[in-house]
């Protein structure tokens, strides 16, 4: 029997673009997704473009997920993510995660310093075959760049704490960060995660319930800083994402090499920083 999700990331692809059509294309998913699907707040601009841009878009890579199945031109691009490496953000000034959370741990770190940003995928592509292929091309980007450590905000849709009660606990109990790589939301926008106490928690059910994006995270082991920030714009609570790239690059490092006929060299002080709390056996769906 044909695995129909298998079938469909046969064709898949991911990329770096810098082709200003296939970005522009990812700036009209974004808005296709955030502004449409999860109901941000458009301004007036933003409206009349249908597209979602800020001034991050000129200094990042924008990685793309092309499924080849679909008619050529930029209709294909189904996915996409923003990567911003710390000399660009340093030209800028600053972090995009910085406005939500202090993240001077991570400064201070001594990593080689990547964050994710403004990641979405239409519906239909929402599996773990395609995601497979998202994090295969992200784990190329990492090796390519000796990338150290990854950080950055990601969402639960929404922004009605009591709603979220039970995921921001159990990302609280089960994935919070090790002290030493702990961000931490910013005091004025601090929500706390702590809500329900561990024991009462159905750790497979809430697993269940996450965005596929985090539950992604989740499963490569990443872990969650400290505190939650409610954004009004884009109809989310967020929390700050922490992963040392072993993580990824283990998983994906024989496929890799295989591509590239290149090893990667895996920083030894990172590979041994795991989450203070690993995720229990049941989350493993």
């Known amino acids: 029997m044909i695995d129909l999700q298998e079938a469909v990331a ?15 294309a990812a700036q009209r998913l974004r808005y296709k997704v955030f502004y449409e699907e999860y109901k941000a707040v458009a301004d007036e601009k933003t409206k009349r473009l249908q597209m979602d ?5 000129a200094i990042t890579d924008h990685l793309v997920v092309v499924d080849e199945n679909l008619p ?13 490496r710390r000399e660009a953000a340093e030209r800028y000034g600053k972090f995009y995660t910085s406005d939500e959370y202090d993240i001077s741990p991570l400064l201070k770190s001594g990593a080689v310093l990547l964050e994710l940003g403004r990641s979405c995928v239409l519906p239909p592509y929402r599996t ?3 995601l497979q292929k998202l994090w295969q091309g992200i784990a190329h980007y990492v090796a390519d760049h000796k990338i150290g450590l990854m ?35 910013v005091q004025s926008r601090y929500v706390e995660m702590n809500l329900i106490p561990k024991e009462q928690l159905n750790v497979k059910q809430v697993f269940s319930s996450l965005p596929p994006l985090i ?47 290149n090893s990667i060299i895996l920083d030894d002080e990172f590979a041994s920083k795991t989450p203070s709390s690993k995720p229990p056996a049941t989350t493993a769906v």
């Open 215 to 261: 539950k992604g995270y989740m499963r490569l082991g990443a872990s969650i800083g400290l505190g939650a920030v409610v954004d009004e714009q884009f109809n989310t609570t967020d929390v700050c994402i922490v992963m040392p790239t072993h993580l990824v690059t283990q998983k994906y490092l024989k496929h890799y090499q295989r591509v590239t006929n």
């Open 151 to 185: 950080f950055g905000c990601a969402s639960l849709h929404g922004t009605d704490i009591d709603a979220l009660k039970e995921q921001l606990s159990y990302l609280y109990h089960y994935h919070l960060a090790a002290p030493d790589l702990c961000p931490r939301a």
């Open 53 to 57: 841009i800020d001034d991050y878009d």
């Open 128 to 130: 773990r075959p395609v």
């Open 10 to 24: 046969d064709k898949v692809i991911v990329r770096v673009t810098k082709d200003p059509a296939e970005i522009e």
């Open 72 to 84: 050529k031109g930029t209709e294909q691009i189904v996915g996409t993510y923003r990567l911003l």
